[in-house]
Protein backbone atom coordinates (compact mmCIF):
# COMPACT_ATOMS: atom_id res chain seq x y z
CA UNK A 1 0.00 0.00 0.00
CA UNK A 2 1.57 3.66 -1.36
CA UNK A 3 1.74 6.14 1.75
CA UNK A 4 -1.09 8.77 1.41
CA UNK A 5 1.01 11.32 -0.41
CA UNK A 6 2.16 9.36 -3.02
CA UNK A 7 -1.21 10.53 -4.66
CA UNK A 8 -2.47 13.27 -2.15
CA UNK A 9 -4.46 16.84 -2.93
CA UNK A 10 -2.27 19.62 -0.48
CA UNK A 11 -3.83 22.62 -0.25
CA UNK A 12 -1.58 25.43 0.51
CA UNK A 13 -3.31 27.80 3.26
CA UNK A 14 -1.16 31.27 3.68
CA UNK A 15 -2.34 31.56 7.24
CA UNK A 16 -2.53 35.50 6.95
CA UNK A 17 -4.80 35.78 4.05
CA UNK A 18 -7.18 32.68 4.70
CA UNK A 19 -9.98 33.95 7.20
CA UNK A 20 -9.76 36.36 9.90
CA UNK A 21 -11.35 35.16 13.21
CA UNK A 22 -10.47 38.12 15.81
CA UNK A 23 -11.18 40.83 13.18
CA UNK A 24 -7.90 41.97 13.02
CA UNK A 25 -7.34 42.09 9.85
CA UNK A 26 -4.80 39.12 9.95
CA UNK A 27 -6.21 35.37 9.06
CA UNK A 28 -5.60 32.98 12.32
CA UNK A 29 -6.02 29.26 13.21
CA UNK A 30 -9.10 29.10 13.86
CA UNK A 31 -10.28 31.11 10.89
CA UNK A 32 -8.77 27.81 9.11
CA UNK A 33 -10.69 25.98 11.55
CA UNK A 34 -13.77 27.82 10.76
CA UNK A 35 -13.38 27.37 7.02
CA UNK A 36 -12.39 23.50 7.16
CA UNK A 37 -16.24 22.05 5.38
CA UNK A 38 -15.37 24.66 2.76
CA UNK A 39 -11.86 22.63 2.12
CA UNK A 40 -13.52 19.29 2.69
CA UNK A 41 -16.21 19.97 0.01
CA UNK A 42 -13.08 20.63 -2.20
CA UNK A 43 -11.61 17.33 -1.41
CA UNK A 44 -8.56 18.20 -0.78
CA UNK A 45 -6.65 15.62 1.62
CA UNK A 46 -3.76 17.88 3.21
CA UNK A 47 -3.15 20.85 4.22
CA UNK A 48 0.42 22.79 4.30
CA UNK A 49 0.92 26.00 6.35
CA UNK A 50 2.52 28.57 5.93
CA UNK A 51 4.73 29.09 8.79
CA UNK A 52 2.49 30.02 12.12
CA UNK A 53 5.27 29.94 14.65
CA UNK A 54 6.46 32.79 16.74
CA UNK A 55 7.77 35.75 13.94
CA UNK A 56 8.10 39.63 14.73
CA UNK A 57 7.50 38.86 10.84
CA UNK A 58 9.82 40.52 8.59
CA UNK A 59 9.34 37.83 6.09
CA UNK A 60 5.70 37.21 7.46
CA UNK A 61 6.84 34.12 9.62
CA UNK A 62 9.83 32.90 7.73
CA UNK A 63 11.66 34.35 10.05
CA UNK A 64 11.28 32.77 13.10
CA UNK A 65 11.88 33.47 16.84
CA UNK A 66 10.48 30.54 18.45
CA UNK A 67 10.52 27.25 16.75
CA UNK A 68 8.19 25.66 18.98
CA UNK A 69 5.27 28.31 19.56
CA UNK A 70 2.49 29.41 17.36
CA UNK A 71 2.48 33.33 17.19
CA UNK A 72 0.02 35.06 19.09
CA UNK A 73 -1.14 36.89 15.51
CA UNK A 74 -2.27 33.51 14.43
CA UNK A 75 -3.60 32.18 18.21
CA UNK A 76 -1.54 29.58 20.36
CA UNK A 77 -1.15 26.12 20.84
CA UNK A 78 -4.45 25.75 22.04
CA UNK A 79 -5.87 27.34 18.38
CA UNK A 80 -3.42 24.72 16.51
CA UNK A 81 -4.45 21.54 18.30
CA UNK A 82 -8.33 22.74 17.63
CA UNK A 83 -7.70 23.06 13.66
CA UNK A 84 -5.68 20.02 13.84
CA UNK A 85 -8.22 17.74 15.71
CA UNK A 86 -10.71 19.43 13.43
CA UNK A 87 -9.16 18.51 10.50
CA UNK A 88 -8.30 14.89 11.15
CA UNK A 89 -11.98 14.56 12.31
CA UNK A 90 -12.81 15.26 8.12
CA UNK A 91 -9.85 13.25 6.91
CA UNK A 92 -7.80 16.03 6.39
CA UNK A 93 -4.12 15.99 7.83
CA UNK A 94 -1.99 19.11 8.16
CA UNK A 95 1.47 19.91 7.60
CA UNK A 96 3.30 23.02 8.41
CA UNK A 97 6.65 24.65 7.35
CA UNK A 98 9.80 23.76 8.76
CA UNK A 99 12.31 27.06 8.42
CA UNK A 100 15.77 25.45 9.33
CA UNK A 101 18.28 27.48 7.33
CA UNK A 102 17.76 30.48 9.32
CA UNK A 103 15.81 31.95 12.56
CA UNK A 104 14.39 35.65 13.07
CA UNK A 105 17.44 38.26 14.03
CA UNK A 106 14.70 38.24 17.17
CA UNK A 107 15.40 34.57 18.44
CA UNK A 108 17.52 34.39 21.71
CA UNK A 109 20.43 32.72 20.01
CA UNK A 110 20.81 35.76 18.02
CA UNK A 111 20.30 38.49 20.79
CA UNK A 112 22.94 35.98 23.08
CA UNK A 113 25.12 36.11 19.89
CA UNK A 114 25.34 39.79 19.50
CA UNK A 115 25.90 40.29 23.25
CA UNK A 116 28.83 37.89 23.70
CA UNK A 117 31.27 37.20 20.49
CA UNK A 118 32.32 33.72 21.55
CA UNK A 119 28.50 32.78 21.79
CA UNK A 120 28.41 33.16 17.66
CA UNK A 121 28.44 29.82 16.83
CA UNK A 122 25.17 29.12 15.87
CA UNK A 123 25.14 31.40 13.12
CA UNK A 124 27.50 32.33 10.21
CA UNK A 125 30.13 35.15 11.71
CA UNK A 126 32.94 36.43 9.83
CA UNK A 127 35.53 39.46 10.08
CA UNK A 128 35.42 41.09 6.90
CA UNK A 129 38.18 42.02 4.38
CA UNK A 130 39.18 45.91 5.69
CA UNK A 131 35.87 47.85 5.17
CA UNK A 132 34.27 45.19 3.04
CA UNK A 133 31.95 42.32 3.98
CA UNK A 134 33.84 38.84 3.93
CA UNK A 135 32.51 38.14 0.20
CA UNK A 136 30.74 39.14 -2.44
CA UNK A 137 27.60 37.04 -1.74
CA UNK A 138 24.00 38.37 -2.21
CA UNK A 139 21.02 38.20 -0.53
CA UNK A 140 18.38 36.43 -2.56
CA UNK A 141 16.19 39.51 -1.69
CA UNK A 142 18.46 42.17 -2.87
CA UNK A 143 21.30 43.64 -1.53
CA UNK A 144 24.59 42.06 0.26
CA UNK A 145 23.95 38.68 1.93
CA UNK A 146 26.01 39.90 4.91
CA UNK A 147 25.35 42.60 7.47
CA UNK A 148 28.04 44.29 9.89
CA UNK A 149 27.47 44.36 13.56
CA UNK A 150 28.69 47.19 15.67
CA UNK A 151 31.71 45.31 17.02
CA UNK A 152 33.18 44.88 13.32
CA UNK A 153 32.14 41.15 12.38
CA UNK A 154 29.74 40.62 9.57
CA UNK A 155 27.00 37.79 10.08
CA UNK A 156 25.55 35.71 6.83
CA UNK A 157 21.55 35.85 5.77
CA UNK A 158 20.70 34.67 1.97
CA UNK A 159 17.56 36.33 2.83
CA UNK A 160 16.86 39.38 4.72
CA UNK A 161 19.05 40.65 7.02
CA UNK A 162 16.13 39.54 10.38
CA UNK A 163 16.74 35.85 9.22
CA UNK A 164 20.25 34.87 10.01
CA UNK A 165 21.43 32.06 8.63
CA UNK A 166 22.18 28.74 10.77
CA UNK A 167 25.87 27.20 11.27
CA UNK A 168 24.92 23.62 10.27
CA UNK A 169 28.41 23.06 11.30
CA UNK A 170 27.16 22.97 15.37
CA UNK A 171 25.56 19.99 17.09
CA UNK A 172 23.25 22.30 18.46
CA UNK A 173 21.70 22.89 15.54
CA UNK A 174 20.73 19.61 14.91
CA UNK A 175 19.74 18.93 18.88
CA UNK A 176 17.44 21.84 18.36
CA UNK A 177 15.88 20.81 14.83
CA UNK A 178 15.22 17.25 16.31
CA UNK A 179 13.16 18.79 19.11
CA UNK A 180 11.23 20.75 17.38
CA UNK A 181 10.22 18.09 14.28
CA UNK A 182 9.25 16.28 17.58
CA UNK A 183 7.32 18.59 19.61
CA UNK A 184 4.76 19.49 16.53
CA UNK A 185 5.03 15.85 15.30
CA UNK A 186 4.19 14.59 19.01
CA UNK A 187 1.61 17.67 18.91
CA UNK A 188 -0.29 15.45 15.21
CA UNK A 189 1.41 16.92 13.06
CA UNK A 190 1.33 15.35 9.79
CA UNK A 191 4.83 16.28 8.44
CA UNK A 192 6.55 19.45 6.58
CA UNK A 193 7.03 21.61 4.16
CA UNK A 194 11.01 22.09 4.58
CA UNK A 195 12.33 25.94 3.26
CA UNK A 196 15.49 26.75 1.32
CA UNK A 197 15.80 22.40 1.46
CA UNK A 198 18.83 23.28 -1.02
CA UNK A 199 20.34 26.26 1.33
CA UNK A 200 21.29 24.89 4.52
CA UNK A 201 25.15 23.97 3.92
CA UNK A 202 27.23 26.44 2.66
CA UNK A 203 30.40 25.92 0.61
CA UNK A 204 33.20 25.57 3.56
CA UNK A 205 35.40 28.31 2.36
CA UNK A 206 32.53 30.89 1.84
CA UNK A 207 34.36 31.43 -2.26
CA UNK A 208 32.47 34.52 -4.08
CA UNK A 209 29.69 33.78 -6.10
CA UNK A 210 29.31 34.63 -9.77
CA UNK A 211 27.27 37.79 -10.40
CA UNK A 212 24.99 36.81 -12.26
CA UNK A 213 21.01 36.82 -12.06
CA UNK A 214 19.97 36.29 -8.56
CA UNK A 215 16.34 35.53 -7.37
CA UNK A 216 14.24 33.36 -5.42
CA UNK A 217 13.52 31.21 -8.62
CA UNK A 218 17.11 31.49 -10.01
CA UNK A 219 20.27 30.72 -8.85
CA UNK A 220 23.36 29.27 -10.92
CA UNK A 221 24.69 25.49 -10.82
CA UNK A 222 27.93 26.68 -9.34
CA UNK A 223 26.13 29.08 -6.87
CA UNK A 224 28.07 28.43 -3.39
CA UNK A 225 25.22 29.65 -1.63
CA UNK A 226 23.48 26.47 -2.54
CA UNK A 227 23.05 22.85 -2.75
CA UNK A 228 26.33 21.51 -1.26
CA UNK A 229 26.62 18.06 -0.59
CA UNK A 230 26.43 18.31 3.37
CA UNK A 231 22.81 19.03 2.79
CA UNK A 232 22.40 15.98 2.48
CA UNK A 233 23.62 15.28 5.80
CA UNK A 234 21.06 17.11 6.98
CA UNK A 235 18.28 15.74 5.44
CA UNK A 236 19.29 12.02 6.55
CA UNK A 237 19.34 13.21 10.47
CA UNK A 238 15.63 14.74 9.69
CA UNK A 239 14.67 11.61 8.23
CA UNK A 240 15.73 9.73 10.97
CA UNK A 241 13.72 11.70 13.22
CA UNK A 242 10.59 11.42 10.86
CA UNK A 243 11.01 7.83 10.88
CA UNK A 244 10.05 7.84 14.45
CA UNK A 245 6.27 8.70 12.41
CA UNK A 246 5.83 6.53 9.71
CA UNK A 247 2.61 8.31 8.56
CA UNK A 248 4.14 12.10 8.46
CA UNK A 249 6.06 13.29 5.19
CA UNK A 250 8.50 16.42 4.03
CA UNK A 251 8.46 17.74 1.23
CA UNK A 252 11.38 19.99 0.40
CA UNK A 253 11.50 23.32 -1.47
CA UNK A 254 14.59 22.44 -3.91
CA UNK A 255 16.09 24.85 -6.62
CA UNK A 256 18.64 23.42 -7.94
CA UNK A 257 19.69 22.62 -11.42
CA UNK A 258 19.20 19.05 -13.18
CA UNK A 259 17.23 16.09 -12.13
CA UNK A 260 20.34 14.35 -10.90
CA UNK A 261 20.79 16.98 -8.25
CA UNK A 262 16.92 17.10 -7.11
CA UNK A 263 17.13 13.23 -6.95
CA UNK A 264 19.34 13.67 -4.44
CA UNK A 265 17.07 14.95 -2.08
CA UNK A 266 14.97 12.53 -2.76
CA UNK A 267 17.26 9.52 -1.71
CA UNK A 268 15.24 6.56 0.40
CA UNK A 269 16.88 8.12 3.73
CA UNK A 270 15.98 11.71 2.98
CA UNK A 271 13.10 13.64 2.17
CA UNK A 272 9.86 12.39 0.79
CA UNK A 273 8.71 14.92 -1.58
CA UNK A 274 10.10 17.27 -3.24
CA UNK A 275 8.31 20.17 -5.11
CA UNK A 276 9.07 20.41 -9.11
CA UNK A 277 8.47 23.92 -10.19
CA UNK A 278 8.87 23.86 -13.55
CA UNK A 279 4.79 23.83 -14.13
CA UNK A 280 5.23 27.76 -12.20
CA UNK A 281 8.01 28.15 -14.45
CA UNK A 282 6.16 27.09 -17.96
CA UNK A 283 4.55 29.69 -20.15
CA UNK A 284 1.23 28.69 -21.59
CA UNK A 285 2.95 27.21 -24.64
CA UNK A 286 2.74 23.51 -25.56
CA UNK A 287 6.32 22.77 -26.03
CA UNK A 288 7.01 24.57 -22.32
CA UNK A 289 4.19 22.81 -20.77
CA UNK A 290 4.98 19.41 -22.01
CA UNK A 291 8.99 19.78 -21.33
CA UNK A 292 7.66 20.78 -17.41
CA UNK A 293 5.54 17.34 -17.33
CA UNK A 294 8.46 15.14 -18.56
CA UNK A 295 10.80 16.85 -16.82
CA UNK A 296 8.64 16.22 -13.69
CA UNK A 297 7.87 12.90 -14.15
CA UNK A 298 11.79 12.02 -15.28
CA UNK A 299 12.85 14.06 -12.00
CA UNK A 300 10.59 11.76 -9.81
CA UNK A 301 11.14 8.33 -11.55
CA UNK A 302 14.76 8.92 -11.33
CA UNK A 303 14.46 9.58 -7.46
CA UNK A 304 11.91 6.92 -7.15
CA UNK A 305 9.84 9.30 -5.78
CA UNK A 306 6.25 10.34 -6.56
CA UNK A 307 5.95 13.64 -9.07
CA UNK A 308 4.61 16.82 -7.28
CA UNK A 309 2.80 19.61 -9.37
CA UNK A 310 1.66 23.15 -8.92
CA UNK A 311 0.98 26.36 -10.82
CA UNK A 312 1.56 28.61 -8.14
CA UNK A 313 2.74 29.75 -4.36
CA UNK A 314 3.10 32.68 -2.36
CA UNK A 315 6.44 33.36 -3.68
CA UNK A 316 5.34 33.79 -7.42
CA UNK A 317 2.88 35.51 -9.90
CA UNK A 318 -0.82 34.09 -9.52
CA UNK A 319 -1.11 31.49 -12.79
CA UNK A 320 -4.08 33.55 -14.21
CA UNK A 321 -1.91 36.77 -14.08
CA UNK A 322 1.39 34.91 -15.58
CA UNK A 323 -1.21 33.10 -18.28
CA UNK A 324 -1.93 36.96 -19.27
CA UNK A 325 -4.47 37.91 -16.80
CA UNK A 326 -8.23 38.75 -18.13
CA UNK A 327 -10.03 36.51 -19.20
CA UNK A 328 -7.92 34.35 -21.15
CA UNK A 329 -5.82 34.10 -18.03
CA UNK A 330 -8.53 32.53 -16.36
CA UNK A 331 -9.27 30.12 -19.16
CA UNK A 332 -5.55 29.07 -19.11
CA UNK A 333 -5.72 28.76 -15.75
CA UNK A 334 -8.95 26.65 -15.38
CA UNK A 335 -6.91 24.36 -18.56
CA UNK A 336 -3.91 23.92 -16.62
CA UNK A 337 -5.86 23.14 -13.53
CA UNK A 338 -7.13 19.92 -15.87
CA UNK A 339 -3.75 19.35 -17.04
CA UNK A 340 -2.40 19.33 -13.25
CA UNK A 341 -4.91 17.16 -11.90
CA UNK A 342 -4.68 14.76 -14.42
CA UNK A 343 -0.97 13.52 -13.71
CA UNK A 344 0.25 11.27 -11.41
CA UNK A 345 1.22 11.83 -8.09
CA UNK A 346 0.41 14.89 -5.74
CA UNK A 347 -1.17 18.19 -6.48
CA UNK A 348 -0.35 21.52 -4.34
CA UNK A 349 -3.03 24.22 -4.98
CA UNK A 350 -2.60 27.41 -3.46
CA UNK A 351 -5.30 29.41 -1.87
CA UNK A 352 -7.18 31.16 -4.07
CA UNK A 353 -5.82 29.19 -7.39
CA UNK A 354 -9.38 27.48 -6.87
CA UNK A 355 -11.36 30.91 -7.06
CA UNK A 356 -9.08 32.02 -10.62
CA UNK A 357 -7.60 34.66 -8.26
CA UNK A 358 -5.35 36.79 -10.38
CA UNK A 359 -2.58 39.15 -8.61
CA UNK A 360 -3.87 42.21 -7.30
CA UNK A 361 -2.34 45.45 -8.16
CA UNK A 362 -1.38 47.03 -5.29
CA UNK A 363 -0.59 50.74 -4.44
CA UNK A 364 3.27 51.20 -3.03
CA UNK A 365 2.44 52.60 0.13
CA UNK A 366 0.63 48.93 1.12
CA UNK A 367 3.73 46.39 0.12
CA UNK A 368 5.22 44.97 3.00
CA UNK A 369 7.16 42.07 1.38
CA UNK A 370 11.12 43.21 2.36
CA UNK A 371 11.99 42.30 -1.22
CA UNK A 372 10.41 45.76 -2.05
CA UNK A 373 12.54 48.05 0.50
CA UNK A 374 15.97 45.14 -0.04
CA UNK A 375 15.78 45.86 -3.84
CA UNK A 376 15.61 49.65 -3.55
CA UNK A 377 11.85 49.65 -4.63
CA UNK A 378 12.66 47.89 -7.85
CA UNK A 379 11.09 44.50 -7.40
CA UNK A 380 7.29 45.08 -6.09
CA UNK A 381 7.91 41.65 -4.44
CA UNK A 382 5.31 38.85 -4.12
CA UNK A 383 2.01 40.81 -1.73
CA UNK A 384 0.35 40.62 -5.21
CA UNK A 385 -0.01 37.21 -4.90
CA UNK A 386 -0.48 37.31 -1.52
CA UNK A 387 -3.89 39.16 -1.10
CA UNK A 388 -6.37 38.16 1.21
CA UNK A 389 -9.17 35.38 0.07
CA UNK A 390 -12.46 36.78 -1.06
CA UNK A 391 -15.48 34.39 0.93
CA UNK A 392 -18.99 36.77 0.74
CA UNK A 393 -20.75 39.72 0.26
CA UNK A 394 -20.26 42.80 -2.42
CA UNK A 395 -17.70 44.50 -1.21
CA UNK A 396 -14.37 44.25 0.44
CA UNK A 397 -13.06 42.82 2.75
CA UNK A 398 -15.67 39.91 1.41
CA UNK A 399 -16.28 38.05 4.51
CA UNK A 400 -12.39 37.86 5.35
CA UNK A 401 -12.26 39.36 7.85
CA UNK A 402 -15.28 41.77 10.17
CA UNK A 403 -12.66 44.85 9.72
CA UNK A 404 -12.16 47.18 6.87
CA UNK A 405 -8.94 47.00 7.38
CA UNK A 406 -7.36 44.32 6.21
CA UNK A 407 -3.55 43.60 5.89
CA UNK A 408 -3.85 44.06 2.71
CA UNK A 409 -5.87 45.49 0.63
CA UNK A 410 -8.60 42.89 -1.67
CA UNK A 411 -9.70 44.43 -4.87
CA UNK A 412 -12.78 45.80 -4.98
CA UNK A 413 -13.56 43.99 -8.05
CA UNK A 414 -12.89 41.28 -6.69
CA UNK A 415 -16.41 40.67 -5.99
CA UNK A 416 -17.73 38.30 -8.68
CA UNK A 417 -14.66 35.91 -7.35
CA UNK A 418 -16.16 35.61 -3.98
CA UNK A 419 -16.86 31.63 -2.64
CA UNK A 420 -20.28 32.74 -2.28
CA UNK A 421 -20.69 33.44 -5.60
CA UNK A 422 -18.92 31.02 -7.23
CA UNK A 423 -20.69 27.86 -5.15
CA UNK A 424 -23.81 29.27 -7.06
CA UNK A 425 -22.68 29.24 -10.62
CA UNK A 426 -21.78 25.68 -11.52
CA UNK A 427 -19.04 27.13 -14.22
CA UNK A 428 -17.09 28.85 -11.69
CA UNK A 429 -13.52 28.24 -11.63
CA UNK A 430 -14.68 27.23 -8.15
CA UNK A 431 -17.31 24.48 -9.09
CA UNK A 432 -14.73 23.07 -11.71
CA UNK A 433 -12.44 22.56 -9.42
CA UNK A 434 -14.89 20.65 -6.72
CA UNK A 435 -15.89 18.40 -9.93
CA UNK A 436 -11.88 17.84 -11.28
CA UNK A 437 -10.86 16.76 -7.40
CA UNK A 438 -13.69 14.44 -7.36
CA UNK A 439 -13.55 12.48 -10.52
CA UNK A 440 -9.62 12.44 -9.57
CA UNK A 441 -10.46 10.75 -6.36
CA UNK A 442 -13.24 8.75 -7.75
CA UNK A 443 -12.38 7.45 -10.96
CA UNK A 444 -10.02 4.03 -11.75
CA UNK A 445 -8.99 5.86 -14.82
CA UNK A 446 -7.21 8.23 -12.84
CA UNK A 447 -4.86 4.97 -11.74
CA UNK A 448 -1.44 4.73 -13.04
CA UNK A 449 2.14 6.36 -12.07
CA UNK A 450 3.17 7.72 -16.00
CA UNK A 451 1.80 8.98 -18.90
CA UNK A 452 1.67 8.20 -22.60
CA UNK A 453 1.65 11.49 -24.96
CA UNK A 454 -0.98 10.65 -27.82
CA UNK A 455 -1.13 14.05 -29.04
CA UNK A 456 1.50 17.39 -28.73
CA UNK A 457 -0.40 17.87 -25.44
CA UNK A 458 -2.39 15.09 -25.10
CA UNK A 459 -1.56 12.33 -22.48
CA UNK A 460 -3.19 8.93 -21.85
CA UNK A 461 -2.53 7.49 -17.90
CA UNK A 462 -2.38 3.62 -17.74
CA UNK A 463 -5.63 3.74 -16.06
CA UNK A 464 -7.43 5.36 -19.74
CA UNK A 465 -8.39 8.60 -18.92
CA UNK A 466 -7.27 10.75 -21.72
CA UNK A 467 -6.49 14.70 -21.33
CA UNK A 468 -6.27 16.93 -23.77
CA UNK A 469 -4.96 20.42 -23.82
CA UNK A 470 -5.76 23.02 -27.23
CA UNK A 471 -2.68 25.45 -26.40
CA UNK A 472 -3.24 26.85 -29.95
CA UNK A 473 -4.89 29.35 -31.47
CA UNK A 474 -7.51 27.61 -33.56
CA UNK A 475 -10.07 24.56 -32.22
CA UNK A 476 -9.05 21.09 -32.69
CA UNK A 477 -10.55 17.57 -32.43
CA UNK A 478 -10.91 16.03 -29.60
CA UNK A 479 -9.84 12.57 -29.06
CA UNK A 480 -12.15 10.02 -29.55
CA UNK A 481 -14.10 9.25 -26.11
CA UNK A 482 -16.64 10.04 -23.40
CA UNK A 483 -16.30 13.83 -22.51
CA UNK A 484 -15.59 13.63 -18.33
CA UNK A 485 -15.49 17.85 -18.15
CA UNK A 486 -14.16 20.27 -20.36
CA UNK A 487 -12.52 23.56 -18.98
CA UNK A 488 -14.34 25.93 -21.01
CA UNK A 489 -17.18 25.36 -24.36
CA UNK A 490 -16.87 23.18 -26.90
CA UNK A 491 -16.52 25.14 -29.90
CA UNK A 492 -18.70 22.90 -32.83
CA UNK A 493 -17.46 19.98 -31.12
CA UNK A 494 -14.17 20.99 -31.23
CA UNK A 495 -11.93 21.83 -28.03
CA UNK A 496 -11.44 25.59 -28.06
CA UNK A 497 -7.85 27.24 -27.88
CA UNK A 498 -6.90 27.74 -24.26
CA UNK A 499 -9.37 24.64 -23.11
CA UNK A 500 -8.70 21.28 -21.17
CA UNK A 501 -10.79 18.63 -21.39
CA UNK A 502 -10.98 15.00 -19.84
CA UNK A 503 -12.31 12.09 -21.82
CA UNK A 504 -12.54 8.23 -20.86
C1 LIG B 1 11.09 30.33 0.66
C2 LIG B 1 9.73 30.77 1.12
O1 LIG B 1 8.74 30.14 0.34
C3 LIG B 1 9.72 32.27 0.99
O2 LIG B 1 8.43 32.80 1.15
C4 LIG B 1 10.70 32.84 1.99
O3 LIG B 1 10.77 34.22 1.83
C5 LIG B 1 12.09 32.24 1.79
N1 LIG B 1 12.07 30.82 1.59
C6 LIG B 1 12.96 32.52 2.99
O4 LIG B 1 12.56 31.76 4.09
Redesign the pocket.
Known amino acids: MSQWWTRAVFYQVYPRSFADSNGDGVGDLDGIADRLDYLADLGVQALWLNPVMVSPMA?HG?DVADPRDVDPLFGDLDALDRLIAAAHARDIKVTMDL?P??TSSAHPWFTEALADPSRRDRYIFRDGVGDRPPNNWLSVFGGPAWTRVPDGQWYLHL?DSA?PDLNWDNPEVFDDIEKTLRFWLDRGVDGFRI??AHGMAKSPDLPDMALTETG?LRSRADDPRFDNDDVHEIHRFIRRVLDDYPEAVTVG?IWVHGNEQFAKYLRSDELHLGFSFRLVQADFDAEEIRAAIDNGLAAAALAGAAPTWTLS???VPREVTRYGGGARGVARARAMALVMLALPGSVFIYNGSELGLPDADLPDEVLQDPVWERSGRTERGRDGARVPMPWSGTEPPFGFSSSPDTWLPIPADWAPLTVERQLADPDSVLALYRRAIGLRAGRTEFDGDDIDWIGATTFRLPGGLICALNAGTTPVALPAGEVLLVSGPLVGGKLAPDTAAWLV
Open positions: DYVNHFQDVLENHD
